[in-house]
């Protein structure tokens, strides 16, 4: 399941949820040079305090970066947030995040998750990281003018295998295709130090999904395939986040 926070709830309000930052987290915060990256990294704290994991503590990073909570540690839902996953304990989360949101991903097993705002997308950057099927899928107007399905997807001759000489890419499914591709990347801890389109997410052991909303691509990806619910954090539970400090 994927809770994601809007850095809108943040602005104007550093003095109230710095304190409740991780020594680590808010070194990182502070140290970004734009202030949506400074919101991004704190929204993305604030969301572990959300799930009961204390960073400092309970969070270990991987050789490649990844962060991974230590052996007998869980997140833990809020029972008056989502009362049918009250006290269930998870032991693997994802952070990402983009545009308007961070994104937390909780699962039991490995997980990857990835947040995009949907914006202008350029061919030369999906022929650059995406595979022939991928380009193909996210193709505005297929030739025989039939919409594919992303598992039914047929490469034919053309541009970088694209079915039609000029193609127009379609934005959201760039950015699904993009979403998916770093989750699959990130459950494993790889990230993109590896070859983008060495990564196919149609024909992937570790299986992906998105959900587009509020004008971003929220993607999830696992081995037994992503938790897809979406739960906002809204102005409610922030303010039940600002008084566990108190």
Same mark, same amino acid.
């Given at each position: 399941?994927?809770?994601?926070?809007? +850095?809108?709830?943040?602005?104007?309000?550093?003095?109230?949820?710095?304190? %409740?930052?991780?020594?680590?987290?808010?070194?990182?915060?502070?140290?970004?040079?734009?202030?949506?990256?400074? %919101?991004?990294?704190?929204?993305?704290?604030?969301?572990?305090?959300?799930?009961?994991?204390?960073?400092?503590?309970?969070?270990?990073?991987?050789?490649?970066?990844?962060?991974? %909570?230590?052996?007998?540690?869980?997140?833990?839902?809020?029972?008056?947030?989502?009362p049918e996953e009250a006290e269930h304990c998870f032991s693997c989360f994802s952070l990402s995040h983009g545009g308007d949101f961070a994104a937390l991903a909780l699962a039991e097993r490995p997980v990857g998750t990835d947040v995009e705002k949907i914006s202008e997308c350029r061919l030369s950057v999906a022929k650059t990281a995406?595979?022939?099927?991928?380009?193909?899928?996210? *193709?505005?107007?297929?030739?025989?003018?039939?919409?594919?399905?992303?598992?039914?997807?047929?490469?034919?001759?053309?541009?970088?295998?694209?079915?039609?000489?000029?193609?127009?890419?379609?934005?959201?499914?760039?950015?699904?295709?993009?979403?998916?591709?770093?989750?699959?990347?990130?459950?494993?801890?790889?990230?993109?130090? *590896?070859?983008?389109?060495?990564?196919?997410?149609?024909?992937?052991?570790?299986?992906?999904?998105?959900? +587009?909303?509020?004008?971003?691509?929220?993607?999830?990806?696992?081995?037994?395939?992503?938790?897809?619910?979406?739960?906002? +954090?809204?102005?409610?539970?922030?303010?039940? +986040?600002?008084?566990?400090?108190?």
């Open positions: 399941m994927i809770f994601l926070l809007d +850095i809108k709830y943040l602005r104007g309000r550093r003095e109230a949820f710095l304190p %409740l930052l991780s020594m680590r987290r808010r070194r990182s915060a502070l140290a970004k040079r734009t202030e949506t990256g400074f %919101l991004h990294t704190a929204a993305a704290g604030l969301l572990l305090r959300f799930a009961g994991i204390r960073e400092d503590e309970e969070v270990l990073l991987l050789d490649g970066g990844k962060p991974v %909570l230590r052996d007998g540690c869980f997140a833990v839902i809020p029972e008056t947030v989502f995406f595979t022939e099927k991928e380009i193909a899928w996210a *193709v505005q107007f297929p030739a025989d003018g039939k919409e594919r399905d992303k598992n039914e997807c047929e490469v034919r001759a053309g541009t970088v295998g694209c079915p039609v000489r000029n193609p127009l890419l379609n934005p959201e499914r760039f950015y699904a295709v993009w979403t998916m591709k770093e989750s699959i990347l990130k459950t494993d801890g790889r990230g993109i130090t *590896v070859p983008l389109r060495s990564v196919d997410v149609f024909s992937n052991p570790v299986k992906a999904d998105y959900r +587009i909303y509020k004008g971003h691509s929220v993607a999830c990806a696992s081995e037994s395939g992503p938790d897809m619910r979406i739960r906002e +954090i809204g102005a409610p539970e922030m303010e039940m +986040i600002f008084n566990k400090s108190k």
